[in-house]
């Protein structure tokens, strides 16, 4: 097993102590939170993604909370990511939304989680938006394409969209039922502690079939939204394009707020369309502890929040 994916093993395992989230989620502030978050609430990110949007930058904003059971505070969830899309819609905001099926009660209740997501994906049809909903650990993978397709078959493609890990071996499969029904599709590399027996504990394995995944999306003539930092696999996908004249409008680069900022107005200076993903909230915590767990650089860089007197 390669260094890079020990160190997201143990570091997973040791985030999840109650004893250090707690110490984490305590010193929020110094140990450099606001790198990764962009703010608190939902008027206070408005001015982080206006000064994106001027520098060329489309949004996805996430409402961070995951793993919620209380229907009232699903519900709540729910009537704030409603909100969110009516105060893009307000402000003239490039931005559309990335929702978690937990953070609106799907793993205690699947047929209510699916109802306040017909009333989201309504809202964006009304606002003239896009939903996409992000892909949680393997466990919930079947469910949450499952809940896609209901909704693509509810609501149409135009205003919902999907994620595929590509550290997960049946991932290529999955890429080609989405490809069938011409979903919209962000092809990430996977973030969550998964066993050996699912997903691909090797980076150069998770690289390879990244690619894979992206050149059979777009190969397919598919909305394509390509999330990674890596140099090499952006290298690869605009060699890719402009060798089988694929148009800059079928797919974007997304990364993700305080990471690669260079490289996004690059590409944007380049002619390609990036997106940021650009998270908010308080309950922060499980989103911030996977960000360091992908790149061990991050750590160091909170080490010395922690240490800064």
């Known amino acids: 097993m390669k260094t890079g994916s020990l160190f997201r093993r143990v570091f997973l395992k040791i985030a999840a102590m109650e004893a250090v989230k707690s110490r984490f989620e305590r010193y929020g502030p110094r140990i450099g939170v606001r790198r990764f978050i ?11 993604v206006r000064t994106l949007n001027r520098q060329g930058l489309a949004v996805t904003l996430d409402y961070l909370g995951e793993s919620i059971v ?13 909100r969110m899309l009516g105060t ?15 953070q609106l009660g799907f793993q205690g209740d699947p047929l209510n989680c699916l109802k306040r997501m017909e009333r989201i994906v ?11 909903i992000d892909m949680e650990d393997s466990t919930l993978t079947d469910a949450t394409l499952e809940l896609f397709h209901s909704l693509l078959e509810r609501c149409g493609k135009q205003h919902v ?12 499969q999955d890429m080609k039922l989405l490809g069938g029904l011409d979903a919209n599709v962000r092809i990430v590399k996977g973030a969550y502690r998964e066993p050996a027996h699912i997903a691909f504990p090797r980076k150069r394995d998770v690289d390879r079939q990244f690619m894979e995944l992206v050149k059979l999306h777009l190969a397919g003539g598919h909305y394509t939204a390509v999330a990674t930092h890596d140099d090499e696999l952006i290298a690869e996908v605009k060699a890719y394009t402009s060798l089988y004249g694929i148009s800059r409008s079928q797919f974007e680069f997304q990364m993700l707020y305080g990471i690669g900022t260079a490289m996004q107005l690059q590409l944007v200076q380049e002619g390609y369309r990036v997106r940021v993903y650009t998270p908010f909230g308080r ?12 790149r061990p650089a991050n750590l160091g860089f909170v080490l010395r929040g922690l240490l800064r007197k």
């Open 283 to 294: 309950q922060w915590y499980p989103y911030f502890t996977r960000r360091i767990a992908e």
């Open 88 to 102: 893009i819609a307000e402000h003239d905001l490039n931005a559309h939304i990335s929702i978690k099926l937990t």
């Open 38 to 48: 962009a703010a608190d609430t939902l008027e206070e990110v408005v001015p982080q």
């Open 122 to 132: 309504a809202a964006a049809q009304y606002y003239n938006n896009f939903v996409r």
């Open 161 to 172: 969209g999907t994620v595929i890990q590509a550290y997960l071996y049946r991932s290529p």
């Open 70 to 82: 209380d229907p009232a505070l699903a519900d709540a969830a729910s009537d704030q990511i409603i």
